[in-house]
């Protein structure tokens, strides 16, 4: 098994962190020193992925259960981004995909399944 040296980077936010890349990003940042804070909208697997995690690690790791489709769960993050002057790191994995040229994409994604 690989060894990290662990000293705190900052915060990390993570959306779409219950799975896919969002995990694995969630898994590499926290054993190179970050704490985390998870964004997703599966509770359940996020709940799951932030024990493990925080089983595993002396990082300190936190849940924010949110569907950036809704204007109201992407208004919270947002307000989350700009006032938690520890995070100092954004990883945006929500598992959305845009068809066409991405000056011309909405802000409002619809998620895919």
């Known amino acids: 098994m690989k060894t990290f040296d662990v000293q705190n980077s900052g915060t990390a936010l993570i959306t779409g962190a ?3 890349s969002g995990a694995v990003y969630a898994d590499r940042l ?9 964004v997703a909208r599966d509770a359940n697997c996020l709940e799951m992925l932030a024990k493990r995690i925080g ?4 990082r300190r790791v936190s849940v924010s259960i949110a569907d950036l489709t809704l204007t109201s ?3 919270r993050i947002e307000e ?3 006032q938690d ?5 954004l990883v945006n994995s929500p598992g959305v ?3 066409g040229d991405i000056a011309d994409a909405d802000a409002h994604l619809q998620p895919f399944n």
């Open 18 to 20: 219950s799975s896919g």
């Open 30 to 38: 926290v054993r190179r020193g970050d704490d985390l804070i998870l």
């Open 55 to 58: 089983n595993a690690t002396a």
């Open 73 to 75: 769960d992407l208004t």
């Open 80 to 82: 989350l981004l700009r």
């Open 85 to 89: 002057e520890s995070i100092s790191f």
């Open 97 to 99: 995909a845009v068809g």
